[in-house]
């Protein structure tokens, strides 16, 4: 039986889609020493997601994290442990039968290490959900709640990819890369990939030279969409979505321009004659304005950049520019999503590390954004937590609705469907491996 011979009826589906760097959350859980009043960054951020599932009521819901564990991944292994743990038992998700939950925890490994995690809810009034099994190459049911964490190696259903080391900065490991798993929804594929890209080390780089560090950005996003194409060539026929930090930066260069135009420079050099800071005085009163420094960027009127959503400084958000075409993204009308005060009491204001950027986006297909459009219900693109405390980084979530197509609504996706599906993906892989046979035989 042929896929477009099945009779079919829509099945309306609510999808909450959202991107979350957690690394200073668990910064801070290992900080703690002391009491402190109110609830900490795990809790506050546990509390927004709860937030966000009640208000939108999703019956899918995704999350991507990146810098999971924080900086010193081992010592947070029990901080972790709670996390999920915690997770689990949020009252909102009580009705999510079935789930997938995966922690890269191959910290001692920094040729494979990503610190990605990625956590799949599924509600039980769904009907069948099957993950694709990326070494058996078929696709296989989802039925119960299971964590791959210490055992994270041993799950078959996601793809981790680490970047080739010519694509990271100074050509030096750290924790980047990419997941990539794909789910049946009834007789829905959908591709979820998490990603993080490089951040800019240092401010007098991003001034002096801004494509520097776009452009190891670029080249390694440019890389995904090629591995993606070339192994997956199908994928374009079904909806995929791309979100993660991508690190996108406002460029640098330009936004001092605009903001210290007509300024005075002053410039403090440490003892070994390294440049330290460069200090920007207004012309009427020699008040400094802006201090830069390597990890500084102490602008006098950080709020500007969340007045009216910072719309003045989207027009120095170039780096997505690249891509358009090949992804596709809602209209941006949020404040920039890093870097906030990790300050328990002062949520909702900027840090004074780097200039405020978009960098945690969530992004589509061409079919994955027509998905989004088709959605009965008004999409929503937005960020969490305003004015609470999660860490430095905002997270920003998409949730519409998605329209399936099932056989029998009670009955779950038909065999002859799943069969269809299988075998082009199984195809896919065999001319992977074709291809790889051949490049094989022309190396030796």
């Given at each position: 039986m042929k896929l477009q011979d099945v009779k079919r009826e829509m099945l309306n589906v609510p999808i909450l889609l959202l991107t979350?760097?957690?690394?200073s959350m668990f910064e801070e859980g290992r900080r703690k020493k002391k009491k402190r009043s109110g609830?900490?960054?795990?809790?506050?951020?546990?509390?927004?997601?709860?937030?966000v599932v009640s208000k939108y009521k999703p019956k899918i819901v995704c999350i991507h994290c990146q810098e999971v564990g924080g900086k010193d991944f081992n010592i947070s292994l029990p901080l972790m442990e709670s996390f999920i743990e915690k997770f689990l038992a949020l009252k909102v998700l009580d009705e999510f039968d079935r789930g997938r939950i995966h922690l890269d925890n191959d910290s001692d490994d920094i040729t494979l290490f990503t610190a990605l995690g990625t956590l799949y809810m599924f509600h039980k009034s769904l009907p069948s959900i099957h993950s694709w099994n990326f070494v058996e190459r078929t696709y296989k049911p989802v039925t119960d709640r299971q964590v791959f964490f210490q055992d994270f190696r041993e799950s078959t259903c996601l793809l981790r990819i680490k970047y080739p080391k010519e694509y990271f900065p100074e050509e030096r490991y750290s924790r980047k890369g990419y997941l990539h798993s794909r789910y049946l929804i009834g007789s829905k594929p959908i591709d979820l990939l998490n990603i993080h890209l490089?951040?800019?080390?240092?401010?007098?780089?991003?001034?002096?030279?801004?494509e520097y560090y776009s452009e190891k950005r670029r080249n390694a996003l440019r890389y995904v969409l090629n591995k993606l194409k070339t192994d997956y060539p199908d994928l374009h026929k079904h909806p995929m979505y791309m979100f993660g930090d991508f690190n996108f930066r406002l460029n640098t260069r330009d936004v001092i321009e605009y903001l210290c135009g007509g300024t005075t420079?002053?410039?403090?050099?440490?003892n070994d004659g390294d440049l330290k800071a460069i200090d920007y005085l207004r012309a009427m009163d020699r008040q400094t304005i802006l201090r830069l420094e390597i990890k500084k960027f102490d602008y006098y009127d950080m709020g500007r950049f969340t007045m009216q959503a910072a719309r003045e400084f989207r027009k120095f958000d170039h780096e997505y520019h690249t891509f358009v075409g090949e992804l596709h993204e809602l209209p941006i009308r949020f404040p920039p999503s890093y870097p906030y005060s990790e300050d328990l009491s002062c949520g909702n204001q900027f840090l004074g590390t780097r200039c405020p950027s978009w960098c945690d986006r969530i992004f589509a297909s061409p079919t994955g954004m027509k998905a989004v459009k088709d959605s009965p219900v008004e999409p929503v693109y937005n960020s969490l937590s305003p004015d609470g405390c999660v860490g430095d980084h905002k997270p920003v979530f998409l949730a519409f609705t998605l329209r399936i197509n099932e056989e029998e609504p009670q009955n779950g996706t038909s065999s002859s469907i799943l069969d269809d599906l299988q075998n082009s993906f199984q195809q896919v892989h065999q001319n992977i491996d074709s291809a790889m046979s051949e490049s094989s035989a022309m190396e030796n």
């Open positions: 979350s760097n957690v690394g609830h900490d960054m795990i809790e506050a951020w546990l509390n927004s997601i709860t937030s490089f951040h800019d080390a240092s401010n007098f780089t991003a001034k002096d030279r801004p420079q002053t410039q403090t050099f440490a």
